[in-house]
């Protein structure tokens, strides 16, 4: 780092995350004067664009990169038309332990005032609320499923090449075009595509007034510093921001500066879960980096400068809050802006450049909580290439996590995708595809395996809210063969998840009708094309995806009743089950026998792995291919960022021998201790679930620093991750931390501030996490050295 | 009927040989080294141990049974009858194919890292036929072999396994056959003799000496030892493995005395010393084995 990084650095992670009022204010402000005067979409583009137009601009000092969603760095906005705070939620966010956000009280009484009157039953949560069935209100309220977009946007979403090629008045002349080719004789929708354009063309004025206002401000900055050197780079940030992103950038500072106005839009729009994020960063930066070095423009140092400032940006850009509170389903900061690296070219190239190794310098030497990053290996990614990410890995942040950039290609074309836009497609979020600045694919929520085989086991009722939340399957007393049960599993599965999808089709028309995202719909082919909304369909590709969590704990579960119950004939099945419903009290050597005399998942054993291979085709069947209401299809992922943390605590204890409230195993990872024979074994079990028809799983290994000592350590490191991406696996991370020293930092969190683990698809400081969390990751296997 | 009686497979074994292998255990050793990692490894028949912190005093065995250090009047049901696992069987009879088709499941990180089967003890020529025949079929796979032997055995033996093995792991002690005696129970000559005639026939073997403080990390012995290896034509590299008290818990376990209590692992500094014994008569020399 530079003198000037480090400083903004220090200032960034010094910086208190708080809430901001002023977007509240500004579009309630907004919606009083002119709801009813326009088209929604147009609309939303004038709200986006009052914005755009009157928040209060930071520009901090030394910056290079400029621009922030808030008045501050840390200083959240809120998104009051989407899902509006009350005072109760603003108090508790304020004085909470963990994850906490600094509001003034000068805030909490303006929504008292102003906000929470007017957006009471008009936020589109509470509309969604009024328009949900009792039966998915019942589900989600048992801890079936979650639902991402009840108060956040539909995001997950990435940019491709296209911006580095063309500024905002390039894409307004193309939407031009495609208003003055709209056809009102034939077109029963031209009117809308019409309201539609407009709206992406305000959206894009928006974004260029957003930059001439940071010019102005940089202009009037430089004409007060008494600083030469500063006048220079404040001038020059001045000459960027005229530059873009009203035209294609020039050179690496314009590129960088350009992406980061773009994503500050996408995210002040909306409050899209996740973020938004670069893609694959190296290419696109690559050109502008040879460029610049050839012209003397540029050089390595000036570069990688210029880089760092641009991750202390991500930084500052702390997750909006939930409402409801509790933040039991993802109590974090980060925002999930992911940075693709590697990987392959359009025409199938490898990838890498040398703006990736100067990425992997920099991730390792920053330590930010954001943004996440990740190397996308394919069989063409250099072992120099992989083994650099690896010696980062090594040294304990869990970035980057390793995906297979083979096997994203060929989910993608199984998805119906074209080669070339598999290929600039890659990893967002924690885990999942997508055709990047082409493809809407929306995470839809997290599904409850292991509640569904309770259901099935008390025929359909939930004992914890006392309702019938499942199919009624019968008395499982009458299920004479293991077969019945999996029958009974399958069939609450189905039930559940036409519940889920029935209320999930309702949600995605409300975004669709009454919360389209002009901008983003601008940035994403073929929105403009079409006359259409990201959120209605406008995208070339259109995915919603459903997040299975528990395979580990689903699998286990099932093996034990299999072997236990229909094999060796220990229990019968309702006793059994009696057992499990009182937490297996004055059961423990039981509670023993099914932890440690039963077949598991993660050992290579394809007794129980067989039993995962059950499952997963039965998931896979029961949802991919549904349609959703884009013109796309449902699509079947297995990931479960902290989810499995609150889907453990709404279950009874289960047959694998976790007790009643206990995490059940995250990703596709067998649970926690679970895994006696190595790392091998693991990655063996996981690969034998047939990645390809997901879109993305997730899979932790814990590893001692022992064991990735030396050159020989990375070796090994890199033999495993070769090998499970040879048999088709999606996506590995690791967290190289002993269990000790995460126990130290648990009991003593003071001395371990700035301790960042792997927790799913995303790091996350340790002592910022739930408790419960904090034991699980404690409890994950740890692999040692032989 | 062929079997053998593995008490232990290890997969993603780094230490060794080259690459990612499993190291498939053997029980039974002639020797009987007070530094042994693996004493449940020395008795060639089959016995039960009771691994008292995983106990949950489930009432199915005694108290008076559960202060015993041995394993008495308990047989194969009660291993299966046992919650927690805390009653163990140790050794299993296996048949060579079962082994082979067993350990073949980590093929595909042999194949990416270079690595493969390690055949460990235990004294693997205890069981020559058996390891041969296991060797035999995982060369015929493919699979890069690797044969770790204390040299106490047949020649015959030794040669017949060794030829099927792409690599052979061969450690050494204590060069005065008077202190080896002492040591491990048996003298060295065997040992020594064996080495040379191996050193003959076969093109890729490793000298391992284990580093123990006390017992024949002494000057002499070191140089000896470096002399003697120097002396024997074709061996290139030599694996130092620092003394590690690893084996004390077991040693409780099966209710026998460890003599080397209290001492500690070799520094740092005495290692790279010893390794400039060798490595000054032309020897590649790793600490660890780890290349």
């Known amino acids: 780092m530079t003198a000037r990084t480090e400083r903004l650095r220090l200032a960034s992670l010094d910086a208190i995350p708080s809430i901001s009022g002023e977007r509240a204010a500004i579009t309630t402000a907004f919606y009083k004067a002119q709801m009813g005067r326009h088209s929604t979409p147009v609309l939303r583009a004038m709200n986006f664009y009052a914005i755009c137009d009157s928040k209060t601009l930071w520009m901090g000092d030394a910056e290079l990169i400029v621009g922030e969603r808030g008045p501050a760095p840390k200083a959240v906005p809120t998104y009051p038309e989407?899902?509006?705070?009350?005072?109760?939620?603003?108090?508790?966010?304020?004085?909470?332990?963990?994850?906490?956000?600094?509001?003034?009280?000068?805030?909490?009484?303006?929504?008292?005032?102003?906000?929470?009157?007017?957006?009471?039953?008009?936020?589109?949560?509470?509309?969604?609320?009024?328009?949900?069935?009792?039966?998915?209100?019942?589900?989600y309220a048992a801890g079936c499923f979650t639902e991402f977009m009840e108060q956040r946007a539909p995001g997950h979403t990435v940019a491709d090449g296209k911006l580095y090629r063309k500024g905002m008045l390039d894409f307004k002349a193309d939407i031009a075009k495609?208003?003055?080719?709209?056809?009102?004789?034939?077109?029963?929708?031209?009117?809308?595509?019409?309201?539609?354009?407009?709206?992406?063309?305000?959206?894009?004025?928006?974004?260029?007034?957003?930059a001439e206002r940071h010019a102005e401000l940089a202009e009037v900055e430089a004409s007060r510093t008494q600083d030469g050197a500063r006048r220079k780079e404040l001038l020059k940030v001045a000459d960027a921001c005229r530059r873009v992103p009203a035209r294609a950038p020039r050179d690496f500072h314009e590129a960088l500066q350009y992406y980061w106005f773009c994503h500050l839009a996408v995210i002040t729009e909306l409050n899209g879960w996740d973020a938004f994020s670069p893609g694959h960063l190296d290419q696109h930066l690559g050109p502008f980096y040879e460029a610049g070095l050839a012209a003397g423009t540029l050089t390595r140092e000036s570069a990688r400068e210029l880089l760092e400032c641009f991750f202390i940006k991500f930084n500052n850009h702390t997750a909006p809050p939930k409402v409801?509170?509790?933040?039991?389903?993802?109590?974090?900061?980060?925002?999930?802006?992911?940075?693709?690296?590697?990987?392959?070219?359009?025409?199938?190239?490898?990838?890498?450049?040398?703006?990736?190794?100067?990425?992997?310098?920099i991730i390792d030497e920053m330590h930010l909580l954001q943004p996440s990053s990740n190397l996308q290996v394919s069989r063409k990614t250099p072992d120099a290439v992989l083994k650099h990410a690896l010696r980062v890995i090594r040294n304990g942040y869990g970035f980057p996590s390793l995906f297979n950039a083979d096997a994203v290609v060929e989910e993608q074309l199984r998805q119906g995708k074209t080669l070339e836009d598999a290929r600039e497609g890659g990893c967002s979020g924690c885990v999942e595809v997508g055709a990047f600045g082409k493809e809407a694919y929306i995470l839809t929520g997290y599904f409850n395996l292991m509640k569904m085989l309770e259901l099935a086991l008390h025929d359909g009722f939930d004992v914890r809210t006392g309702k019938y939340i499942g199919a009624r399957t019968g008395d499982p007393a009458a299920f004479g063969t293991?077969?019945?049960?999996?029958?009974?599993?399958?069939?609450?599965?189905?039930?559940?998840?036409?519940?889920?999808?029935?209320?999930?089709?309702?949600?995605?028309?409300l975004y669709a009708t009454r919360m389209p995202h002009t901008f983003l719909s601008v940035i994403t082919d073929d929105c403009i094309a079409k006359g259409k909304d990201y959120n209605a369909g406008g995208a070339r590709y259109n995915n919603t995806f459903i997040q299975a969590v528990g395979i580990g704990s689903i699998t286990d579960s099932l093996s034990a009743l299999k072997e236990l119950v229909y094999e060796r004939g220990d229990a019968p099945l309702p006793r059994l089950i009696e057992m499990l419903d009182a937490d297996f009290s004055g059961q423990e050597p039981l509670r023993q026998r099914l932890l440690n005399k039963t077949h598991k998942y993660g050992n290579d054993d394809d007794y129980a792995d067989d039993l995962m291979r059950r499952t997963f085709r039965m998931l896979f069947e029961a949802i991919d291919g549904r349609p959703n209401t884009k013109g796309g299809a449902y699509r079947l992922e297995m990931l479960p960022t902290t989810c499995h943390v609150y889907f453990g605590e709404v279950c009874l204890a289960s047959a694998d021998g976790r007790g009643e409230g206990q995490p059940v195993s995250e990703g596709i990872s067998p649970v926690q201790g679970a895994d006696?024979?190595?790392?091998?074994?693991?990655?063996?079990?996981?690969?034998?679930?047939?990645?390809?028809?997901?879109?993305?799983?997730?899979?932790?290994?814990?590893?001692?620093?022992?064991?990735?000592?030396?050159?020989?350590?990375?070796?090994?490191?890199?033999?495993?991750?070769?090998?499970?991406?040879?048999?088709?696996?999606?996506?590995?991370?690791?967290?190289?931390?002993?269990?000790?020293?995460?126990?130290?930092?648990?009991?003593?969190?003071?001395?371990?501030?700035?301790?960042?683990?792997?927790?799913?698809?995303?790091?996350?400081?340790?002592?910022?996490?739930?408790?419960?969390?904090?034991?699980?990751?404690?409890?994950?296997?740890?692999?040692?050295?032989f | 009927m062929l079997t053998g009686l593995v008490f232990n497979v290890q997969r993603f074994s780094t230490h060794d040989g080259p690459g990612v292998r499993t190291t498939v255990f053997m029980k039974g050793c002639p020797l009987c080294c007070a530094w042994c990692h693996n004493p449940e490894s020395q008795s060639a028949s089959p016995e039960l141990v009771r691994l008292r912190h995983l106990c949950m005093s489930c009432g199915r065995c005694t108290e008076d049974e559960l202060d015993s250090p041995v394993v008495i009047d308990r047989n194969e049901d009660d291993v299966e009858a046992c919650p927690t696992?805390?009653?163990?069987?140790?050794?299993?009879?296996?048949?060579?194919?079962?082994?082979?088709?067993?350990?073949?499941?980590?093929?595909?990180?042999?194949?990416?890292?270079?690595?493969?089967v390690t055949i460990s003890g235990g004294e693997p020529l205890v069981q020559a036929a058996f390891v041969t025949e296991v060797l035999r079929r995982l060369r015929a796979e493919g699979v890069h072999t690797a044969l770790d032997t204390c040299g106490f055995g047949r020649w015959p033996d030794l040669r017949g396994a060794a030829e099927h093995a792409s690599l052979v792991l061969y450690d050494l002690k204590l060069m005065d056959p008077a202190r080896h005696k002492a040591a491990t129970g048996v003298s060295n000559d065997v040992i020594l003799d064996n080495l040379r005639a191996l050193a003959g026939v076969h093109p890729a073997i490793w000298i391992r000496i284990p580093v123990i403080p006390g017992v024949n990390d002494d000057d002499a012995n070191i140089e000896a030892a470096a002399d003697f290896v120097r002396s024997v034509p074709g061996i290139r590299q030599v694996d130092l493995l620092p003394y590690h008290p690893t084996g004390e818990a077991k040693f409780a376990r099966l209710g026998l005395d460890y003599a080397l209590h209290g001492t500690t692992p070799p520094e740092q500094g005495r290692l790279d010393t010893l390794a400039a014994t060798f490595r000054d008569r032309g020897l590649l020399t790793t600490i660890g084995g780890h290349a």
């Open chain 1, 324 to 361: 409801g509170v509790t933040a039991a389903e993802s109590g974090t900061y980060t925002d999930f802006a992911n940075i693709n690296l590697a990987g392959l070219l359009r025409d199938g190239r490898d990838g890498s450049n040398e703006v990736t190794r100067l990425l992997l310098d």
């Open chain 1, 82 to 139: 989407l899902t509006c705070h009350s005072a109760e939620d603003l108090r508790i966010l304020d004085s909470r332990p963990k994850t906490q956000y600094k509001v003034n009280p000068a805030v909490i009484a303006e929504y008292e005032r102003e906000i929470i009157p007017f957006w009471r039953g008009r936020s589109l949560r509470d509309q969604m609320f009024g328009e949900l069935p009792q039966e998915w209100l019942d589900a």
């Open chain 2, 85 to 116: 696992g805390a009653l163990q069987g140790v050794g299993e009879r296996i048949e060579p194919l079962a082994l082979v088709t067993s350990v073949l499941r980590d093929r595909i990180f042999f194949d990416e890292s270079g690595g493969g």
């Open chain 1, 482 to 509: 293991f077969d019945d049960v999996f029958a009974a599993f399958e069939a609450q599965v189905r039930h559940v998840l036409d519940i889920k999808i029935r209320g999930n089709q309702l949600i995605e028309r």
């Open chain 1, 178 to 210: 495609a208003e003055a080719a709209l056809d009102f004789e034939r077109d029963p929708e031209a009117l809308d595509k019409r309201e539609q354009l407009r709206a992406m063309s305000i959206a894009c004025d928006a974004v260029i007034r957003f």
């Open chain 1, 676 to 785: 006696r024979h190595g790392p091998t074994a693991v990655l063996k079990s996981a690969s034998k679930m047939d990645h390809i028809k997901t879109g993305g799983t997730l899979l932790n290994m814990k590893f001692t620093p022992a064991l990735l000592e030396g050159d020989g350590g990375i070796d090994n490191l890199h033999s495993l991750v070769r090998a499970y991406f040879k048999l088709d696996g999606h996506h590995m991370q690791f967290n190289v931390v002993t269990a000790e020293l995460l126990r130290q930092a648990k009991a003593d969190p003071a001395s371990h501030r700035d301790l960042i683990v792997r927790v799913a698809g995303y790091s996350d400081y340790f002592c910022d996490l739930s408790e419960a969390l904090q034991d699980e990751i404690i409890r994950r296997t740890e692999h040692t050295a």
